[in-house]
């Protein structure tokens, strides 16, 4: 069913472009939507404050979908097809580019909108009241989801479903996933003023600082340096005198990494001992570590995953 004929409570319809084309980029271009709300809180695994910022205040171009970001833009429809499935009784409508009615760089672009009750016959296809929204997510990683039917879902789409039912005017929000597992779950999350209001401010926050253009700070992000590497691709022959604590920083965080490094080595040389032929090396039912080989080779070390943070273990091995 199209999605011009709905409406929300707050939301005001832009229309509905190609993912990825100059349209739906040019919708987006001075607007906060989930993933950037997201972004601006240092949420995103994609982006930063500084690169969100840099992208915005047009310095650099926007960065191309990751491969994570295209296999959920393919595998949307099948997922979207499962959830309605499991509620037949649901309108399930595609949906575009929403911006709130009286915020206008207050953007929505929610994966699909939900109607609960049945559409009366007497109502006109431009009165359909839409009830919740749906996000359609994969997770290849599996991290930060509680069991499904509860609101326990990654912090990062948490904040991106509380801004798009903020600037709908919608209090519910469910999300659908397809896991690592290749398992089907599904999620609730409600509306919370508290929170809205917390992103509302800073969201506008953000936008003073391009108004004023007041870079934010650099942070250690991948997305922050890899935008400042686009913000500077000439390489001229001459040389900078560095401040001390510049170079100090720069010199102590590579000491620590070779640090690191050695320690890690070190780590996987005695866990390897250990496992002398075995594939698996487990703790405490959970596996740490296989061994792996490819094409006949010499085996290899692959950690395991969603491993447990050391800084939670204290008093674990007592």
């Given at each position: 069913?199209?999605?011009?004929?709905?409406y929300?409570?707050?939301?005001?319809?832009?229309?509905?472009?190609?993912?990825?084309?100059?349209?739906?980029?040019?919708?987006?271009?001075?607007?906060i939507?989930g993933?950037?709300?997201?972004?601006?809180?240092?949420?995103?695994?994609?982006?930063?404050?500084h690169?969100?910022?840099?992208?915005?205040?047009?310095?650099?171009?926007?960065?191309?979908?990751?491969?994570?970001?295209?296999?959920?833009?393919?595998?949307?429809?099948?997922?979207?097809?499962?959830?309605?499935?499991?509620?037949?009784?649901?309108?399930v409508?595609?949906?575009?580019?929403?911006?709130?009615?009286?915020?206008?760089?207050?953007?929505?672009?929610?994966?699909?909108?939900?109607?609960?009750?049945?559409?009366?016959?007497?109502?006109?296809?431009?009165?359909i009241?839409?009830?919740a929204?749906l996000?359609?997510?994969?997770?290849?990683?599996?991290?930060?989801?509680g069991?499904?039917?509860?609101?326990?879902?990654?912090l990062?789409?948490?904040?991106?479903?509380?801004?798009y039912?903020?600037?709908?005017?919608?209090?519910?929000?469910?999300?659908?996933?397809?896991?690592?597992?290749l398992?089907?779950?599904?999620?609730?999350?409600?509306?919370?003023?508290?929170?809205?209001?917390?992103?509302?401010?800073a969201?506008?926050?953000?936008?003073?600082?391009?108004?004023?253009?007041?870079?934010?700070?650099?942070?250690?992000?991948p997305?922050?340096?890899?935008?400042?590497?686009?913000?500077?691709?000439?390489?001229?022959?001459?040389h900078?005198?560095?401040d001390?604590?510049?170079?100090?920083?720069?010199l102590?965080?590579?000491?620590?990494t070779?640090?690191?490094?050695?320690?890690?080595?070190?780590?996987?040389?005695?866990?390897?001992?250990?496992?002398?032929?075995?594939?698996?090396?487990?703790?405490?039912?959970?596996?740490?570590?296989?061994?792996?080989?490819k094409n006949?080779?010499t085996?290899?070390?692959?950690?395991?995953?969603?491993?447990?943070?050391?800084?939670?273990?204290?008093?674990?091995v007592?």
């Amino acid at each position: 069913m199209s999605d011009n004929r709905l409406y929300t409570p707050t939301g005001r319809y832009l229309g509905r472009w190609e993912h990825d084309t100059p349209e739906w980029h040019a919708a987006r271009a001075q607007r906060i939507g989930g993933s950037r709300i997201a972004a601006i809180l240092g949420l995103s695994p994609w982006a930063s404050p500084h690169s969100t910022w840099c992208e915005m205040a047009g310095l650099v171009d926007a960065a191309p979908a990751t491969p994570q970001q295209d296999r959920g833009h393919y595998l949307e429809p099948a997922i979207a097809a499962w959830f309605a499935d499991q509620h037949p009784d649901w309108h399930v409508f595609t949906t575009g580019t929403w911006v709130h009615q009286d915020r206008g760089q207050h953007l929505a672009n929610p994966d699909r909108l939900i109607r609960y009750n049945p559409i009366p016959n007497a109502v006109g296809w431009f009165d359909i009241a839409v009830s919740a929204l749906l996000e359609i997510k994969t997770d290849a990683d599996g991290t930060g989801w509680g069991e499904p039917g509860t609101d326990e879902i990654p912090l990062y789409y948490r904040t991106q479903v509380q801004w798009y039912m903020d600037v709908l005017g919608l209090q519910r929000a469910h999300i659908a996933v397809l896991s690592d597992r290749l398992t089907f779950a599904e999620y609730v999350v409600d509306y919370d003023p508290a929170d809205a209001a917390l992103l509302r401010q800073a969201a506008d926050d953000f936008l003073d600082s391009l108004l004023w253009r007041e870079m934010p700070d650099l942070d250690g992000h991948p997305a922050t340096y890899e935008t400042l590497r686009k913000l500077h691709p000439d390489i001229d022959d001459t040389h900078i005198d560095l401040d001390d604590d510049t170079a100090i920083e720069y010199l102590t965080a590579l000491a620590e990494t070779k640090t690191a490094e050695a320690r890690v080595t070190a780590a996987k040389s005695r866990l390897a001992a250990a496992m002398g032929t075995a594939r698996r090396a487990r703790w405490r039912g959970q596996t740490i570590a296989t061994r792996q080989a490819k094409n006949g080779g010499t085996p290899y070390l692959v950690a395991g995953r969603k491993l447990p943070d050391p800084t939670t273990l204290t008093g674990a091995v007592a």
